[in-house]
């Protein structure tokens, strides 16, 4: 994270699940001084190993598997994006989300599966060690809070993808306990909101700039509606946080409650949402720092360093540019997205066209001519030093205040239309009724190419879920490649999830049932 700035040791001899990592790994003796039995004693200690929990949000690859980026890799599965790349070879890996002919041998979905695991496990182990800290009752409370919203953060990302996973409160004791069954989606999501009820409550209500990018209870409560809308759009179902129900009542509580007292607000320029000047602004709500602090030169340990590789693999490539320089033009964006928000304000924001760009333009794989320009290759988040594609510096912004107003007005707030105007007339919209069918369009023109478009779909049932994200024939001006590359037809039984990694389903000796489809 770039404003927290202590610095994190090599203290996690890390045991993920399912002994995910190599055994030689795991017998190495520790190479540092600091390790697990001498460690969590004082509040410094504690806090590096917060920021270790933290840094997992930041995790785009797994050494020795593959590249992984949230909003890439979401994207890609929904129907604004395709996967693009250098070559049909290059993309290889990501074509298989975008045409839902995932094998369970995919290395993104075990990097996706690993990635969330690491963090879980060093969240469980943050929140068991911190009694042994020697530091006041609230500072604990705070970690404790901080360790639990990062933990449902994991899991709402792992069961949203994978759907039929373990659940993990605590670390595994040895050996003997690596073949934990998978949990029911109930129990997951029911973990997830008890983890965010807890943690709002201990949470501040808002952290110093020196401390920016450390969660509010804010982020926790706006969190908990988007676990709720995916949870009960797919299952139709409440939450329940421990023996509490959480329904759309007491989420617009919470989200009356953000919107009028947070102090989180629309930034007047739509677009400053993505630039520099933005980042942790008053419409972030939760964000997830990048940065070029420290230079990063290591291609064979990419998580090292702290660059933002969504913008790397989006950013068209083009040399020679001043604007945009060196992408790898993952991610095309697609006809389908820009005859839906073209004649939007937002459009202009959202999409990077080819004739915008100077220098010279290689074509790729699904070239459409189309790039995002929320997260990019250009110039403002170029890196000031280090391998240039290693250090793009811009956030994810994660959930942005417009995120609530829509969310507040989609769960059914007495003030829905108040809510929806907003969101239209910061980009000079006129007022439209607060329909459900209008709110959730909104929410199209509105989010798109952030990550999230994926998930709403999958939320609105198999049915609209296969008819929007398979399409046919759907070709713009400056595609390049035969209609085919461009066609998607959606792979229905598997709902939209993605296959337990088949090296999780080898090591749990049988414990493990695939997912249906698969």
């Known amino acids: 994270m ?7 040791v090599g203290i996690f001899s890390l045991i993920t699940l399912l002994s995910a990592c190599n055994k030689d790994f795991l017998d190495l003796k520790p190479l540092d001084q600091e390790v697990t039995t001498s460690f969590y004693k004082t509040e410094d200690q504690a806090i590096q190993a917060l920021v270790a929990v933290y840094d997992v949000l930041g995790y785009q690859e797994t050494p020795g598997v593959s590249w992984a980026p949230f909003i890439v890799i979401s994207d890609i599965l929904s ?17 298989e989300l975008n045409n839902f002919n995932i094998p369970p041998t995919s290395k993104i979905v075990h990097a996706i599966w690993l990635k969330n695991y690491t963090g879980i496990y060093r969240a469980n182990l943050l929140i068991e060690k911190i009694e042994g800290v020697d530091a006041s009752a609230d500072f604990k409370k705070r970690l404790i809070a901080e360790s639990k919203f ?8 792992q069961v949203a993808y994978f759907e039929n996973i373990p659940l993990l409160t605590r670390t595994l004791a040895g050996p003997s306990e690596y073949n934990q069954p998978q949990a029911t989606p109930e129990q997951v999501y029911n973990q997830i909101a008890l ?6 409550a201990d949470l501040p209500a808002s952290v110093p700039s020196a401390e920016a990018g450390r969660v509010t209870k804010w982020a926790a409560q706006a ?4 676990v709720y809308l995916f949870y009960n759009g797919v299952y139709n179902k409440d939450l329940m946080a421990g023996s509490a129900v959480i329904n759309k009542g007491v989420l617009v509580n919470y989200l009356d409650e953000l919107i009028a007292t947070s102090g989180h607000d629309l930034l007047a320029d739509y677009a400053q949402n993505f630039k520099l000047a933005g980042e942790n602004g008053k419409e972030s709500v939760f964000e997830i720092s990048y940065g070029d602090t420290p230079p990063w030169w290591d291609w064979g340990y990419v998580r090292g360093g702290e660059g933002n590789l969504s913008a790397q693999m989006l950013g068209p490539r083009v040399s020679g540019s001043q604007k945009w320089n060196r992408g790898w033009s993952f991610g095309t ?19 990077l066209t080819q004739e915008e760009l100077d220098g010279s333009l290689s074509i790729g794989y699904q070239h459409t001519g189309y790039f995002s320009k929320k997260y990019s290759s250009d ?7 280090g391998q240039f594609e290693l250090n793009r510096t811009c956030n994810h912004r994660v959930i942005r205040f417009s995120d609530v107003l829509l ?5 059914g707030s007495g003030n829905a239309q108040q809510y929806l105007d907003r969101v239209r007339a910061r980009v000079g919209l006129g007022s439209i009724p607060a329909t459900p069918e209008n709110i959730y369009k909104e929410r199209r023109l509105e989010l798109s190419l952030e990550g999230i478009r994926y998930f709403d779909v999958l939320r609105k049932g198999i049915a609209f879920a296969n008819s929007t994200l398979s399409h046919s024939g759907i070709r713009g001006p400056n595609y390049v490649g035969d209609q085919q590359l461009f066609d998607v037809t959606f792979n229905a039984t598997t709902k939209g999830f993605l296959p337990i990694p088949q090296s999780e389903m080898d090591l749990s000796a049988g414990t493990f049932i695939q997912n249906q489809g698969y």
């Open 223 to 226: 969190l908990l509606a988007r």
């Open 79 to 95: 129907d604004d994006s395709y996967a693009g790349g250098a070559d049909a070879n290059d993309g290889q890996d990501e074509n």
């Open 195 to 200: 983890d965010l009820t807890e943690a709002m």
């Open 2 to 8: 770039k404003k927290i700035t202590y610095k994190i």
């Open 150 to 157: 990062l933990r449902a953060y994991f899991y709402f990302e």
């Open 333 to 351: 964006v697609s006809q389908k997205l820009v005859n839906d928000i073209s004649s939007d304000p937002r459009y202009v924001h959202t999409v």
């Open 407 to 411: 969310m507040a007005a989609e769960l």
């Open 379 to 385: 110039a403002e988040h170029w890196g000031s030093s």
